[in-house]
């Protein structure tokens, strides 16, 4: 008998997708309100996007490093979570860890842009003590 098997996307993946998706959301923050501006007034320059982003300043420039830096910490993420599947990591705890990762994300990128770095910092090292958590809830 030919048995179906399906796979679901658990929570933990949707945080993956979740986290993939956040250097998009600052990179849109650093671009608001100057999309279809022209270019002499200071508004977006899509000719030449680097260059322009390299003349921003304040929370544009600080929504530009959080991209930069969410796309630095995403590799670490998604390796984790994977190895945590692949080791059998009891998933409840897996999904809560990764939820907990994307909402100290999210905190992170809007204490950035915000100016507020100390406590944008500790929400980077708790990130990255959740991300070393869920690398090692499988382990046995």
């Known amino acids: ?5 399906f796979v679901r996307f658990t929570v933990a993946y949707w945080c993956l997708l979740a986290a993939a998706l956040l ?3 600052c990179a849109g923050i650093a671009k608001s309100g100057l999309l279809g501006k022209p270019r002499n007034q200071g508004g977006y320059d899509n000719d030449h996007p680097r260059q322009w982003m390299a ?5 544009r420039a600080r929504a530009n490093a959080a991209q930069a830096n969410s796309f630095e910490g995403l590799p670490f993420f ?4 994977i190895i945590a599947h692949q080791l059998g990591a009891a998933q409840t ?3 809560i860890l990764a939820f ?4 100290t994300r999210i905190l992170y990128i809007t204490m950035y842009v915000g100016g507020l770095s100390s406590a944008r910092s500790a929400a980077w090292a708790v990130g990255i003590l959740l991300n ?3 690398l090692f809830i499988g382990y046995h």
Request: aromatic share 12%.
């Open 100 to 103: 907990l990762y994307v909402l």
């Open 55 to 59: 003349r921003q300043t304040d929370w």
């Open 93 to 95: 705890l897996l999904d």
């Open 132 to 134: 070393l958590a869920i």
């Open 1 to 5: 008998m030919n048995t179906l098997h």
């Open 23 to 25: 250097p998009y959301v």
């Open 78 to 81: 998604m390796a984790a979570v």
